[in-house]
C-alpha cells in the first residue's frame, strides 16, 4: 500500500514570493507521482507528473517538482506566485503497473492562498 | 483532449430516495473509472474501481450495496446512491483512465446534498 504525507494545510503568501508545497510519500513498489490543483467547487486538474527519467518535472504555468528518491518526496516549488494559483494542492501516488493498480493514493490536501 | 463529464453537477434529493451520478468520456474510451468523495476541505477517497463488463471493485468500508456502480460501456460508468441519507451528502468526483496509459482524467464533480 502507498501512503502521502503533505506536512502543510495551508500556506500562504505575498504575490510574487516563493513557494514550496511538501509531499512525502510511503511505497513498498514503485510508483508514479502526481500533482493537482483544485480550484473551489471543481475536479482535479493535473499539473505536473513524474513516471520515470529526469527526476524534475515542469509545468507550462511554472510549477516544478523534483523526485527525490533517497527522501521519498516530491515537493512543489513555484519561484513567484499570482493571485490566480490560490488553490488547493493535492499530491497523489499511484503504482507503475496496469490497470486498476494505476488507482492513486492522495494526500489530504494542501491550500495555497496567494495574497497582494 | 481527454474531457471527462459529469451529470448532474449539482443535486438536492431526500432523504430516502436513490440518486445516480454520470461519468462519461468525451473523446476517448476508458477501460477503467474510478469513483471518489471529498468531504468539505478535506482529500478524496477512493470509492471503487469499475472496468467496463465486469464488477466493479470497492474500497474497504464503502458498502456495494448503497453505491452501485455499473460500467455499462467504454465511455460511460454510473454512480447511483440508494436509500441517501444526510450523511451520503458530499461531493462525489470521477475519474477515467484510457487504455494503455497511467493518467488518470478527473471529471468537474457533482455536488450531492440529502436533505
Known amino acids: 500500500a502507498q501512503s502521502v504525507t503533505q506536512l502543510d494545510s495551508q500556506v500562504p503568501v505575498f504575490e510574487e514570493a516563493p513557494v514550496e508545497l511538501r509531499c512525502n510519500y510511503s511505497s513498498s513498489v514503485s510508483v508514479y507521482l502526481f500533482w493537482y490543483v483544485q480550484y473551489p467547487n471543481q475536479g482535479l486538474q493535473l499539473l505536473l507528473k513524474?513516471?520515470?527519467?529526469?527526476?524534475l518535472v515542469e509545468s507550462i504555468n511554472g510549477f516544478e517538482a523534483e523526485f527525490n528518491k533517497s527522501q521519498t518526496s516530491f515537493h512543489l516549488r513555484k519561484p513567484s506566485v499570482h493571485i490566480s494559483d490560490t488553490a488547493e494542492y493535492f499530491c497523489a501516488v499511484s503504482r507503475n503497473s496496469g490497470g486498476s493498480n494505476y488507482k492513486l493514493t492522495f494526500g489530504k490536501g494542501t491550500l495555497l492562498t496567494v495574497n497582494p | 483532449g481527454a474531457v471527462v463529464s459529469q451529470h448532474p453537477s449539482r443535486v438536492i434529493c431526500k432523504s430516502g430516495t436513490s440518486v445516480k451520478i454520470e461519468c462519461r468520456s468525451l473523446?476517448?474510451?476508458?477501460?477503467?473509472m474510478f469513483w471518489y468523495r471529498q468531504f468539505p476541505k478535506q482529500s478524496l477517497m477512493l470509492m471503487a474501481t469499475s472496468n467496463e463488463g465486469s464488477k466493479a471493485t470497492y474500497e474497504q468500508g464503502v458498502e456495494k450495496d448503497k453505491f452501485l456502480i455499473n460500467h455499462a460501456s467504454l465511455t460511460l460508468s454510473t454512480l447511483t446512491v440508494t436509500s441517501a441519507h444526510p450523511e451520503d451528502s458530499s461531493f462525489y468526483i470521477c475519474?477515467?483512465?484510457?487504455?494503455?496509459?497511467?493518467?488518470?482524467?478527473f471529471g468537474p464533480g457533482t455536488r450531492l446534498t440529502v436533505t
Open positions: 513524474y513516471l520515470s527519467g529526469s527526476t
Open positions: 475519474s477515467a483512465l484510457p487504455g494503455q496509459r497511467y493518467e488518470q482524467y
Open positions: 473523446d476517448f474510451q476508458a477501460t477503467t
